[in-house]
């Protein structure tokens, strides 16, 4: 279906117009209401979190959020969470669990915020935590990739039941860039690093990593939001349909089944 | 290296007039073996190689804690040939095809008698029963591909089922970029293991050797129930460069080593090498159900 190469994708989610996540928010959800702080240290403006409703389904929504323009990333730090952005979006991942909501995770960031802050706060336990807590929470956790799905940072919101990529959309160990200058000692060749590593919604299909992939607006989703909004739409409420009719333990073991099962190696 | 060659720099500078008639010697045979001394890459510290080996490669004058092998480190942690190892025979694919990856594992397999950058198995450790897994720097840098993703998860698997302590030596540069998304995959999968070994109620230890970074960091060691460090090593999510990258500027000298960590409140203790046996053991028994 997409012909693009993996560094042909990476211009189009690099594209200054490419919808974040506020546009898509309100064209997925009805009486939205954001929820904010960890209720340890502070509020990250990396993540946004909120209740409203998908269809008539209320939901929990967690997100890494990049901005529109320079004010806006500022305010969000370029999409990079701090360690507080996880444990904020943990915080209501229990309390969905808490009032039986599913919880839609959207995520885009290059990756987890790399700093001083960061790492004198936990950045690493910050992340372990999520992915922890994310396998055993009781409640459907449906996550969409909408653009980059930068490494460690990505998965913090990434462990869940089911999980879709936009068709441009890249979910890597490593950025392009980081991978181009441990190998070739040269960040400038982050293009061939983006074939190397094999980063596209159909190799991630291939590795069992990618459930679904979204289609997005002919072009990009920067031509059309709302068609890829109502593609995004549909996935979500297929997803949970699938999910929500699921018993708990049914849900929980198919989830750990579902990352206990990825890995290539052999045994002789 | 050859005793000669010791001087051969100032030799050739006094006898600079005499053009190239020295050379002509034949060399003395004096061989000096590489690794007879070990300088200490942080104090510079000279010692020989056989008193720091007794010492548990611990350099006497500032306590710095070399990188070990694995089995080195088993040899000083668990009861003598309690070990039975699991999974032995598992290696890595190439799954997304990164070229040179099968011949670096090969050559490094020669070279470290590896077959990846984990041992696990089953030990005594002053006859307490445990699970253990030691994670070796020496097979690029204890990267977290496959094969170390699916050995751990077994391990914490196997704890769990015979209801056994486990113990974590987790030293690592992160994720392996050679395969991909599937080693950040590897992340969830043993979080996932650790999770359900610490439901059914047993102790999971996590000591932090040098390094201790990246994937390795944001998963299962981090997630211990009491969490060691060895003395100033470094532990932390980003790497140093990457931060000084960022912020445009110098980090401290003492940024993301164990006391760091200790400080800000991620690591439990710091425990010398030397006492690190004694420690793990005595806080097994704490955990001995009556």
């Not at chain 1, 546009?23 to 959800?29: H, V």
């Not at chain 1, 462990?159 to 980081?178: F, H, K, Q, T």
């Not at chain 2, 030596?169 to 994720?175: H, V």
């Not at chain 2, 650790?194 to 102790?203: M, R």
Request: glycine share 8%; with cysteine; hydrophobic share 40%.
């Amino acid at each position: 279906m997409n012909n693009l190469s993996a560094c042909q994708r990476l211009d189009i989610i690099r594209n200054k117009n490419r919808p974040t996540v506020r546009d898509y928010i309100p064209l997925l959800f009805n009486d939205f209401f954001e929820m904010h702080g960890d209720r340890y240290y502070g509020d990250d403006g990396a993540v946004i979190g909120g209740i409203g409703y998908f269809g008539d389904i209320p939901v929990t929504v967690l997100s890494t959020v990049k901005g529109r323009n320079l004010d806006e990333n500022k305010q969000s730090n370029f999409g990079m969470p701090h360690p507080e952005g996880y444990r904020k979006a943990l915080r209501l991942a229990k309390q969905a669990e808490k009032f039986h909501r599913p919880v839609i995770c959207l995520v885009d960031t290059s990756g987890a915020f790399c700093g001083i802050e960061a790492e004198e706060r936990g950045q690493g336990e910050a992340i372990a935590k999520n992915l922890t807590e994310f396998m055993i929470l009781k409640t459907p956790i449906i996550t969409v990739i909408l653009g980059e799905g930068g490494s460690g940072g990505a998965l913090g919101l990434a462990v869940c039941d089911e999980l879709a990529m936009l068709e441009n959309a890249i979910y890597s160990v490593i950025s392009p860039r980081g991978c181009a200058s441990i190998l070739w000692k040269d960040a400038s060749r982050e293009r061939e690093a983006c074939e190397v590593l094999r980063i596209t919604s159909e190799d991630l299909t291939e590795f069992g990593i990618c459930d679904y992939t979204i289609e997005e607006a002919i072009g990009g989703a920067h031509n059309d939001v709302e068609q890829t909004a109502e593609h995004i739409s549909e996935f979500i409420s297929g997803a949970l349909e699938r999910n929500l009719q699921k018993g708990l333990d049914e849900l929980l073991n198919q989830r750990y089944t579902k990352f206990r099962k990825m890995g290539e190696f052999q045994e002789f | 290296m050859v005793l000669e060659d010791l001087f051969s720099v100032v030799k050739t500078r006094f006898n600079s007039d005499q053009k190239n008639e020295d050379k002509k010697k034949p060399k003395a045979k004096t061989k000096i073996p590489n690794d007879l001394m070990f300088k200490c890459p942080r104090c510079s510290n000279v010692v020989f190689m056989d008193e720091f080996t007794n010492m548990g490669k611990v350099c006497p004058n500032c306590n710095y804690h070399a990188r070990i092998t694995a089995r080195e480190r088993l040899d000083i942690t668990i009861d003598k040939g309690s070990f039975k190892e699991f999974d032995k025979n598992m290696i890595s694919k190439n799954p997304i095809g990164f070229d040179g990856y099968p011949e670096k594992q090969i050559d490094l397999r020669a070279k470290t008698g590896l077959n990846d950058a984990v041992l696990t198995g089953e030990a005594t450790i002053r006859g307490m029963r445990i699970v253990i897994g030691v994670m070796d720097s020496h097979f690029m840098m204890g990267s977290m591909g496959s094969v170390v993703g699916e050995k751990i998860t077994r391990a914490f698997e196997f704890a769990t089922e015979n209801k056994l302590p486990i113990i974590m030596f987790c030293c690592s540069g992160g994720a392996r970029m050679q395969e991909g998304t599937i080693s950040l995959m590897q992340m969830a999968k043993t979080c996932g293991a650790a999770q359900k070994h610490s439901e059914v109620g047993c102790l999971y230890i996590s000591v932090m050797t040098d390094p201790t970074t990246g994937g390795v960091t944001a998963s299962f060691a981090s997630v211990g129930d009491i969490i060691i460090a060895e003395p100033k090593v470094l532990i932390g999510f980003a790497g140093r460069r990457v931060i000084e990258g960022t912020i445009k500027q110098r980090l401290p000298d003492n940024f993301q080593s164990a006391e760091f960590l200790l400080e800000h409140g991620f690591v439990d203790m710091i425990v010398d090498r030397r006492k690190i046996r004694r420690t793990i053991a005595h806080l097994i028994k704490l955990h001995i159900k009556k």
